[in-house]
């Protein structure tokens, strides 16, 4: 497998508060994308981060990459009910073409 | 809008009964993927397809294949469903010169 430990696979917040997530990840890469996975619906990217930006943000999100620890992280600031769901990231393979999804990491945030 | 369909939303079937699920988009992505998520192990690639009939194996292809004769178009076929092939499938697609896949709803496949 391309990944290895998704830390912390499931967590409950109370909304306001912030919470982060990580992945590492086996063999190098240069892009890591973080997706959504609403109940019932098909994952939707959140953010995709380049080797060359080693951080970045999209409104609540911020985004990190450090090739040297091959790892990732993916922080919400400010969480929202709506933020509840199961949060992938990925990586490209086959050539750039295919992503590798890691199991995700299930945030559930009380109103 | 982007947009990416799938047909059926769920579908009950009997072992050794074959299975069509269908996936299209409307945003001219030449790759599509068809892709299965069961519980603890996250989204699995089955197929890949580059273009019309341009097709490459996944990570677990053994008992599918598909078939893409327009672009818009991608179907996975089940011939002689199995149990364990009871899953949610999805289908997604991008372009060419884009990292960003683009996932449809989901089928929801019950094989008794």
């Known amino acids: 497998s391309q990944w290895g430990e998704e830390n912390l696979q499931a967590l409950s917040i109370q909304e306001g508060e912030d919470v982060t997530m990580n992945c590492s990840y086996k063999t190098y890469t240069t892009v890591v994308q973080w997706y959504r996975q609403k109940s019932g619906k098909g994952p939707a990217q959140l953010i995709l981060?380049?080797?060359?930006?080693r951080e970045k943000r999209s409104g609540r999100l911020r985004a990190t990459l450090d090739t040297s620890s091959q790892s990732s992280s993916l922080s919400i600031t400010g969480t929202l009910a709506t933020d509840t769901a199961v949060y992938f990231c990925?990586?490209?393979?086959?050539?750039?073409?295919?992503?590798?999804f890691g199991t995700g990491t299930t945030v559930s945030v009380s109103p | 809008d982007m947009k990416v369909t799938q047909m059926p939303r769920y579908l009950i079937k009997r072992m050794g009964e074959n299975v069509l699920l269908e996936c299209g988009q409307d945003m001219s992505h030449e790759t599509m993927y068809w892709y299965r998520q069961d519980p603890g192990l996250g989204l699995q690639l089955i197929y890949i397809s580059y273009d019309v009939d341009s097709n490459s194996e996944g990570d677990i292809p053994k008992g599918y294949r598909v078939s893409r004769k327009k672009r818009e178009h991608f179907s996975l076929i089940l011939d002689s469903a199995k149990t364990n092939q009871t899953s949610v499938y999805f289908c997604a697609s991008s372009s060419a010169n884009q990292d960003t896949q683009y996932f449809g709803p989901g089928t929801r496949l019950l094989v008794l």
């Open positions: 990925a990586t490209l393979y086959q050539g750039g073409r295919a992503l590798i």
């Open positions: 981060i380049r080797s060359n930006e």
